[in-house]
């Protein structure tokens, strides 16, 4: 076991204390949940009338690294982002606060959107199933001002930072939070700023990152350095690029930690019936970079965010979070399995 109860404890033990700062997209996930007993028939179209029986808001996105951040029990959180000055955007910065997450930094921009995902929902049979989702982006360049707003937060509080967490969620170049611009200006602040821990995650764009830690997915790394690698051999090529480490999740295979000189293989830990894992890479960043935070070597890093990963996937049709209580009890189960082996 590469974590043992003890070392779980002293990284916890230091939660409380650190100051994470969220870069990036933050999106509203807005469930409407319907009843087909009750659908209508609109008079004016002929069509069905889906009936909302129950709404339910939460962070998402770059919201669902702090909802991991703030269960951990992290002490202090920003959010620093742009969003709209609309429904939605009060309904997010309601639901950051309500899981301790500082706003004040949360630029609310009338010429924005506040990125939503809108997630229709069928209840029947004491079940929730997804229809198709409706998603609300920009879809035009953030204004520099807006840019201006950003950096000029992310320095003003960096001084008092032990880590910065880029949530790069949006496609389409440059209508995110994370431009061109602000991922340069993120390396220098890097550079400038050795103490504390950069780390990236981003869809489409994680190889233009340089200077910071980086985040793929297997799949991600693989379409930044152009191979068709295993985990290691892509890690170690993208952490030569852009001269930090690198995480690169594999899913049920784990986490491999990579430098440019060689790779540490945590393994996923193993879950009985059924899963999802939608968020369980945002819960992985949390846990790699509060390990970081808290004096882990990447090898540990990688294996706390594999619990926590092991830990959100066993909850159903909700985007998860892993506490402490949880990361302790999923780790006993896991140390009783390797004994009866």
């Known amino acids: ?21 969220v870069v990036g997209d933050f999106f509203l996930d807005k469930y409407l949940v319907t009843d087909p007993g009750l659908s209508e028939v609109s008079v004016e179209t002929g069509l069905e009338a889906r009936q909302v029986v129950e709404i339910r808001c939460s962070p998402g996105a770059a919201g669902t690294v702090t909802n991991n951040l703030s269960a951990l029990g992290v002490g202090r959180i920003e959010a ?6 609309n429904g939605e955007g009060f309904d997010l910065a309601r639901g950051l606060e309500a899981t301790r997450v500082a706003t004040t930094c949360l630029l609310h921009d009338p010429s924005r959107f506040t990125p939503t995902y809108t997630k229709p929902m069928v209840r029947e049979g004491g079940r929730e199933r997804e229809l198709e989702r409706l998603d609300i982006k920009n879809r ?23 880590a910065v967490v880029v949530a790069d969620q949006v496609q389409e170049r440059n209508c995110g939070v994370v431009t061109d611009r602000v ?5 220098a602040l890097a550079a400038q700023n050795p103490g504390v821990v950069f780390l990236a995650d981003s869809r489409v764009r994680i190889g233009e990152f340089r200077g910071v830690l980086v985040k793929p997915n297997l799949s ?14 892509v890690g170690t090529m993208l952490a030569r690029r852009t001269g930090r480490p690198v995480f690169v999740t594999a899913g049920e295979r784990g986490i491999w930690a990579c430098d440019g000189d060689q790779a540490w293989h945590a393994p996923a830990v193993r879950v009985e019936g059924p899963i999802d894992i939608v968020g369980a890479g945002d819960s992985a960043t949390a ?15 990688a294996a706390l965010g594999c619990l926590c990963a092991s830990v959100t996937i066993r909850k159903l049709g909700t985007t998860g979070t892993a506490s402490p209580a949880e990361l302790r009890a999923a780790l006993a189960h896991t140390q009783r399995q390797h004994h009866s082996e």
Do not use: K, N, Y
Not at 80 to 85: F, S, T
């Open 1 to 21: 076991m590469i974590l043992s109860a003890r070392r779980l404890e002293e990284i916890l033990a230091r939660l409380p204390a650190l100051r994470v700062a």
């Open 80 to 85: 620093v982002g742009v969003i709209g000055q």
């Open 140 to 162: 035009t360049a953030l204004p520099s001002a807006a840019e201006d707003a950003v950096l000029g937060s992310l320095r003003e509080m960096l001084p008092g930072l032990d």
């Open 183 to 187: 991922r340069g200006e993120l390396a």
């Open 220 to 233: 991600e790394g693989r379409a930044a350095c152009g191979i068709e690698g295993e985990p290691a051999e």
């Open 287 to 301: 846990g790699i970079v509060t390990a970081l935070c808290a004096g882990a070597t990447l090898e540990e890093a």
